[in-house]
């Protein structure tokens, strides 16, 4: 639904926060700044210790401006479960130890967003590197899924009331499966108890044709849009 259609059907006017979520997307992926996928940028992992697949890169802010001179509108920044610094979350795992290294990461993703908001551009949040985490559902291992739903709930309250978070992505590009739906409609109920102010993006889980099956078959989920890689 476009903002226009959006603002007949309940006969409001079109708000700054319609126009951020309802308008066509011409969007760019920050990836590999906060979290770092080696096939994006090799050359930050040549001292990594063993496997090498982790590591921190930075954005300069000089870029955005360019951005924008390109036509985009909107940005997706991928986070990690660790950049939180959540004692809920991060307790009893590999990260939490090194806590202090992400202390300042919040900081700099509402920062992020603020420097977006200052350009006219909408802001997605996906919450990746949470693979563990949603595994753990297939294991029965409360601690875990105690855990990532602490995470999306910080995520929900911080995020819901920012005019130009266009929405929060639920996990980055899972492989679909018997038990993904089931956790997307688990997690979205779950979310919807602490705001419904944000929209919840699923991946589809390189499968398009189930789950845009899935979501008109869900309606009572609320505002829950589908990705499409």
């Known amino acids: 639904m476009s903002a226009p259609a959006a603002a007949k059907a309940t006969n409001k006017a079109v708000s700054s926060r319609d126009y951020y979520r309802y308008r066509r997307f011409e969007g760019v992926n920050l990836g590999s700044w906060f979290v770092n996928e080696r096939w994006i940028c090799d050359s930050v992992f040549a001292n990594a210790a063993a496997p090498g697949q982790s590591g921190l890169d930075i954005c300069k802010g000089s870029n955005w401006q360019s951005i924008v001179n390109q036509g985009v509108n909107t940005v997706r920044l991928p986070i990690g479960y660790y950049h939180l610094c959540l004692d809920s979350v991060i307790a009893d795992t590999g990260f939490a130890p090194y806590g202090h290294v992400s202390s300042g990461a919040w900081d700099r993703i509402v920062r992020a967003n603020n420097t977006a908001a200052s350009h006219g551009m909408g802001y997605c949040k996906p919450l990746i590197k949470t693979l ?21 709930v910080f995520l929900v309250q911080k995020l819901s009331n920012i ?37 919840i993006y699923i991946h589809d889980g390189f499968d398009p044709a189930y789950y845009g099956k899935f979501g008109g078959s869900h309606t009572d989920l609320g505002y829950v849009v589908q990705d499409t890689q």
Request: net charge negative.
């Open 132 to 152: 563990s985490l949603i595994q753990a559902k297939l294991r029965g291992d409360t601690p875990n899924q105690a855990r990532c739903l602490s995470a999306l």
């Open 163 to 199: 005019e130009n978070v266009i929405g929060l992505e639920l996990l980055n590009e899972p492989s679909s499966g018997n038990h993904l739906a089931g956790w997307y409609m688990d997690i979205v109920k779950e979310l919807g108890k602490y705001s419904s102010n944000i929209p």
